[in-house]
Nanobody, 125 residues
Framework: QVQLVESGGGLVQPRGSLRLSCAAS????????MGWFRQAPGKEREFVAA????????SYADSVKGRFTISRDNTKNTLYLQMNSLKPEDTAVYYC??????????????????WGQGTQVTVSS
C-alpha cells in the first residue's frame, strides 16, 4: 500500500504559476511510475502528465505541453507538477497517482493503482 497526499493548490491569476506536490508514504516511490490527472467541474477526469520511476522519461497531454513540467525527487518520496502560464481552462481538482508499471508511461486511469485525494487549482482573475 502507498498513501498519496497532494498539496500546493490554490487560486492563481491567468498566466500565473503554481507547483503541486504529492507526498508518498507507506512504500518508496521508486516502486512506481507516477502520474497527474485532473477533473474539471462537469467533466471526466483526464490525464495531465506521467513520469517513469527514475524520472528518465515523461509524457504530457497536448493541452499542457510546454507549460507544465512533471518531476520527482525519490530521496524525498515526492512527486511535483510545475504549472506555468496557467489558463482558466486549467481550473480543476488535480490528483496524483501511482502505477506499479515502473518503466511504462500510462495515460489511462485504470493503469494506476493508488490515488491521492486531490487538490483544487482555480485560475481566475
Amino acid at each position: 500500500q502507498v498513501q498519496l497526499v497532494e498539496s500546493g493548490g490554490g487560486l492563481v491569476q491567468p498566466r500565473g504559476s503554481l507547483r503541486l506536490s504529492c507526498a508518498a508514504s507507506g512504500r518508496t516511490l521508486t516502486n512506481f511510475a507516477m502520474g497527474w490527472f485532473r477533473q474539471a467541474p462537469g467533466k471526466e477526469r483526464e490525464f495531465v502528465a506521467a513520469i517513469t520511476w527514475s524520472g528518465g522519461s515523461t509524457s504530457y497531454a497536448d493541452s499542457v505541453k510546454g507549460r507544465f513540467t512533471i518531476s520527482r525527487d525519490n530521496t524525498k518520496n515526492t512527486l511535483y507538477l510545475q504549472m506555468n502560464s496557467l489558463k482558466p481552462e486549467d481550473t480543476a481538482v488535480y490528483y496524483c497517482a501511482a502505477d506499479r508499471g515502473r518503466r511504462v508511461l500510462h495515460s489511462a486511469q485504470y493503469e494506476y493503482d493508488y490515488w491521492g485525494q486531490g487538490t483544487q487549482v482555480t485560475v481566475s482573475s
